[in-house]
């Protein structure tokens, strides 16, 4: 008699063989492929193979063909006779009669004359629509490049879907063809076995691929739960509760109050959420730092040490980055040099002092949930100034700690979301400063000198004559002398307001044309904004 794997190996080659056999000839190669999945050894797999050749099996090609041979055999079972003496036989086409029955009720046996391209999209239409059988056989194909051609990142992708809709033989194949997260398919399928009473099943699987973690099956768990209840089908993945179930960000409980409630429309406000976000840490490039003007290396150094630090972000002890200037034009500066040292990462910038109420309820359109994207790394610019509300300046505070982000609460859905993988960086003034330095590391930025100012000077035409679409802006010596006396938020409050009032294909600024622009005597260009300031040498 055969045992579980065995069973489950026979009726998958089976199944497989039946689907794309006829466009695949080589079926000692095909066997040999489930055969690896399956644990069988040489001997084994020589054996049973054999016997899946025999006329008796390989003359059963359809359903029809396999219901007479069970009526003929039930014939000679009334007549006191036994049709063959070969009662493994028997067993392994009784098999295929099963696998025969489950490939026509997905689709997936065709009529002698269909062409391979029709057979192939037959079959991806089934795994699109969440066949996880479909899902099982085509990642194989892709894997193993057997008719369809060979693409390891959707053949992964369709077995991963199969094991986590709990099929086993989408595990065993994971197991197989994704060595990263075996661990994870170990534990997976200790649960599965042991609750069905397949125990020596599992002993051959920890055999071969290893020890298991008994406390990864609270997702295994919920899916049960769902499956017992009929809120989902054990045969059709689908892809919304799966999102959910396997989400890193949300608690088990409160995955089990929305999967189990059977409220649709608190399932649709969940599955809005950024349920999965990336934990992954980019390596960043410090160049936009290091060239930063002016170049000071103890405020840079400072900068870089943080910004290397932000694998930790998770931990509780950890404490964001926050620049601390009174100048806009340099928190502006870093603000840039940083998304450029994080340029794969989703920067999003947020002014907490125009946040309002609405920004900050505890409901999926919060200010810090909707800024989230799940495909990417989560970097959140923090901008503390001019008036800010204190309850929304209560709730950004409370995001800058890493224990808070881990149990960020809403009340629609009623969960908790841990949004600890997102990363805080701030951006204040130096009124701000002292209120955020018990949770911020703070690195405060000196004013500009005036030579240095000159330097910025320089970089501030180049990048304004882009902006605005001038071909190239020069200043006189005597206009850089007199620029470069103002703080440097209001050398681009100048610049900005001239080159607004002359643009032209090179514009220089002579003294006659900047004139109207400088100011002397306590007279105060408006600017808006903060900045400004007193003259600085």
């Known amino acids: 008699m055969t045992d579980y794997l065995t069973e489950m190996m026979l009726c998958s080659y089976f199944t497989a063989e039946v689907t794309v056999g006829r466009f695949y000839p ?56 036994e049709r063959t003496d070969d009662a493994e036989l028997e067993e392994i086409i009784d098999l295929k009669g099963t696998s025969l029955s489950t490939a026509q009720t997905y689709g997936l046996i065709h009529g002698a004359n269909e062409v391979e391209s029709v057979v192939c999209e037959n079959l991806t239409l089934a795994a699109e629509n969440g066949a996880v059988l479909g899902l099982y056989l085509l990642g194989i194909f892709q894997m193993e490049g057997i008719v369809f051609e060979k693409d390891g990142m959707r053949g992964i992708s369709r077995l991963r879907r199969a094991a986590d809709w709990d099929s086993e033989e989408g595990l065993l194949a994971a197991l197989v063809y994704d060595m990263f997260n075996r661990e994870e398919y170990v534990s997976r399928l200790h649960t599965c076995f042991l609750r069905a009473g397949h125990n020596s099943a599992f002993e051959r699987v920890a055999a071969a691929y290893g020890t298991y973690d008994e406390t990864r099956d609270r997702e295994f768990r919920v899916l049960e739960k769902a499956f017992n209840q009929g809120i989902v089908k054990r045969d059709t993945y689908a892809k919304a509760y799966a999102r959910l179930i396997y989400s890193d960000v949300l608690e088990e409980k409160d995955k089990e109050s929305i999967v189990l409630s059977g409220n649709k429309e608190l399932f649709a406000i969940a599955s809005a959420l950024p349920l999965q976000l990336s934990i992954q840490t980019l390596v960043p490039d410090m160049t936009a730092i290091e060239e930063l003007r002016p170049a000071r290396a103890a405020e840079s150094e400072k900068v870089m040490l943080a910004i290397n630090n932000i694998d930790l972000r998770r931990t509780a002890h950890y404490r964001p980055l926050c620049i601390v200037s009174d100048s806009g034009y ?9 998304a450029k040292c994080l340029s794969r990462a989703l920067v999003e910038r947020i002014e907490v002092g125009d946040l309002t109420g609405y920004d900050i309820e505890p409901s999926q359109n919060h200010i810090f949930i909707r800024s989230c994207d799940e495909d990417l790394f989560n970097v959140y610019f923090l901008f503390f100034r001019g008036k800010i509300d204190d309850r929304v300046f209560d709730t950004a505070k409370n995001f800058l700690q890493s224990t808070k982000r881990a149990k960020f609460r809403l009340n629609q859905p009623s969960i908790s979301i841990d949004l600890s993988m997102v990363l805080p960086v701030c951006f204040c003034d130096k009124e701000r400063a002292a209120e955020l330095k018990p949770y911020c590391d703070i690195v405060r ?93």
């Not at 399956?38 to 359903?63: C, M, N, P, R, W």
């Not at 340099?330 to 940083?338: D, G, T």
């Open 26 to 81: 080589d079926k000692k190669s095909l066997f040999s492929v489930f055969a690896r999945i399956f644990l069988f050894d040489e001997e084994k797999t020589a054996h049973f193979y054999a016997l899946t050749q025999k006329s008796e099996v390989v003359g059963i090609t359809s359903e029809h063909e396999y219901h007479l041979h069970k009526r003929c055999r039930q014939y000679y079972g009334m007549i006191g006779r």
């Open 330 to 338: 340099m928190l502006e500066a870093y603000a840039a040099a940083i």
């Open 445 to 537: 930025i000196a004013a500009p000198n005036k030579t240095e100012r000159k330097a910025i000077l320089a970089e501030m035409m180049q990048a304004k004559a882009a902006l605005y679409g001038v071909g190239k802006i020069e200043a006189q010596a005597e206009v850089e002398e007199r620029l470069a006396g103002y703080p440097v938020d209001e050398i681009e409050a100048i610049l900005d307001r001239a080159i607004r009032e002359h643009r032209m294909p090179a514009l220089v600024l002579t003294e006659e044309l900047m004139k109207p622009y400088f100011f002397d005597n306590g007279e105060k260009l408006h600017i808006y904004g903060f900045g400004g300031g007193s003259h600085e040498d």
